[in-house]
């Protein structure tokens, strides 16, 4: 993006015209480096969740990391001898956003349907993954008892008013998915 405009298009939400519902958009900027930005968000789309980390740049530092599979580019932006994660990982990252409380349980709720597929690919991150979005983590569980974890946790986000109905169903919808992964 153009550097001024680097905070506009940031912002979580944007931008628009993006296909299904949007329900639920988050600063990100914890997962950026310094100077650059990021924002999370769920949208809704033919019932399931579709989770869409964007990382927002100033155009003064453009380059694809290493690792990128570029299917357009009309500018000829140039290649970092690093990788994504190496990038991230050699970089001084923001401030993480402050949060209320009822905003960490929408972000954690959120992030159930990708606690999901790590189950889904039984990832050795699974506990990680479940305690970031609010369990214990059950690190000797099963996969189904990891699964039924996130079941309950949904349906606790959404009692204490975490996310919207469509939302709630759709992630729900997600889990029966992972649910069959794992038949």
């Known amino acids: 993006m153009d ?3 680097l905070d506009e298009y940031a912002a979580p939400g944007c931008p628009a015209g993006v296909p299904g519902t949007l329900t639920f958009a988050s600063d990100a900027r914890h997962n950026a480096p310094r100077g650059a930005r990021a924002a999370g968000s769920q949208y809704i789309i033919d019932g ?3 989770w869409v980390d964007r990382h927002v740049y100033p155009a003064s530092w453009a380059a694809w990391p290493s690792d990128s599979a570029v299917l357009l580019d009309r500018y000829g932006i140039g290649r970092l001898a690093l990788t994504f994660r190496e990038h991230m990982d050699a970089a001084e990252r923001n401030q993480p956003a402050d949060r209320s409380p009822a905003e960490r349980r929408a972000l954690q709720a959120a992030l159930i349907p990708i606690a999901g597929k790590y189950i889904a690919r039984r990832s050795p991150d699974t506990p990680r993954l479940i305690t970031l979005v609010g369990g214990l983590g059950t690190p000797a569980g099963t996969w189904e008892d990891r699964l039924a974890t996130l079941r309950q946790l949904v349906d606790r986000h959404a009692g204490a008013g975490a996310g919207t109905r469509e939302s ?10 992972v649910g069959a992964t794992l038949g």
Not at 168 to 177: F, N, R
């Open 3 to 5: 550097d001024a405009a």
């Open 48 to 50: 399931l969740p579709l």
């Open 168 to 177: 709630t169903a759709a992630v729900h919808a997600c889990l029966d998915i």
